[in-house]
């Protein structure tokens, strides 16, 4: 089977058996995990969240499949394990927060204790700043930028499309990479899985939205993104850092300005970018279109950066991203002209 085909199968089965499952679990999120609207939504009628019990769930059929039917693969796989025993994990603690809402610090320690577990499983030749920092400071810091990346993601899953506007692209760029030879199969298959899974849920989830994805399924894409993005900037930290540069962005400055105006930073809230342009007269498809294309633009801008290799060029195309990203932030506080 010729790579190719191999990589639309994966994204075909994914999207497919997500939207199965969705279907199939979609009277029991309505009688269990009803969202209603609050200080952080945006939707103003009751709608079942949780479909990120779907999307996990199919992720997890299609790494087992690919264990299965694949024998050239079979050492592949395995790989993935960690990561998706960690995402599993998330997906339990998240459904139960959606169900009943939990303590914050379960939340926490649970999401930390999955972080520790992923970046304790990377292999022990990974290092991202040889000579710079000790093994064990790199990695103190990797738990550290997981958990953020959790968090970070499941604060951006606010409105509709916008997580699958945040992570197609994502995906598509790490696909790419591997298709290129820059990242490890196991990578552009976990990548592609996430990718499938994230356009199966996205057709319920079109504005207005029938399912929302929930922390059940936030939580654990957050953290397979951090995954993903690890394995990025073991080649180049410049494309590891453009590839989410929005969903740093705007959870970053959203947290400084909590912060600074002596906040709560862990309550419902709707002072995010995309939030504030929903509120200032943005369309929903209009903010995550926005979104998405910039998405699209910081991909290419990553993909060029692994194929430059060049320090100066790198940098250069990074500075495009921030410049970009500061542009449509500032679109989206200024509301539509």
């Not at 916008?162 to 990479?177: D, N, R, S």
């Amino acid at each position: 089977m010729t790579w190719p085909v191999l990589a639309l199968g994966v994204v075909v089965a994914a999207a497919a058996l997500t939207a199965g499952l969705i279907l199939l679990l979609k009277p029991l999120l309505v009688r269990f995990f009803l969202a209603q609207p609050n200080a952080r939504s945006s939707h103003r009628v009751a709608t079942p969240q949780g479909a990120g019990i779907a999307v996990m769930l199919a992720l997890a059929a299609v790494c087992i499949a690919i264990l299965l039917l694949s024998a050239s693969l079979r050492g592949v796989v395995p790989s993935l394990m960690p990561v998706l025993a960690a995402a599993a994990a998330l997906t339990v603690l998240g459904a139960l927060d959606d169900a009943h809402a939990l303590p914050a610090m379960w939340r926490f320690i649970g999401q930390t204790v999955a972080a520790i577990a992923v970046v304790a499983s990377l292999p022990d030749d990974l290092r991202l700043l040889p000579g710079l920092l000790p093994l064990m400071v790199e990695r103190a810091l990797l738990v550290l930028c997981t958990v953020a990346c959790i968090n970070a993601v499941n604060f951006l899953d606010g409105i509709d499309w916008m997580t699958t506007a945040e992570v197609v692209p994502i995906a598509v760029c790490i696909a790419v990479l591997q298709a290129l030879g820059a990242v490890p199969t196991p990578i552009g298959l976990l990548a592609l899985a996430l990718l499938g899974a994230m356009l199966g849920f996205a057709l319920f989830n079109k504005h207005p939205a029938q399912v929302f994805l929930g922390d059940a399924g936030s939580l654990p894409v957050g953290l397979f993104l951090a995954f993903l993005l690890i394995f990025v900037a073991q080649v180049d930290l410049v494309a590891a850092l453009l590839l989410p540069l929005y969903i740093i962005a705007d959870s970053g400055l959203a947290l400084c300005r909590r912060l600074i105006n002596k906040e709560p930073i862990f309550s419902a809230h709707r002072s995010h970018f995309y939030q504030r342009a929903v509120t200032s007269g943005f369309s929903v498809p209009q903010v995550t279109t926005r979104v998405f294309l910039l998405g699209l633009l910081l991909a290419c801008l990553a993909i060029a950066a692994v194929l430059a290799r060049s320090p100066a060029i790198a940098l250069l195309l990074l500075a495009i991203g921030v410049a970009a990203t500061g542009w449509l932030l500032h679109a989206l506080a200024s509301g539509p002209k």
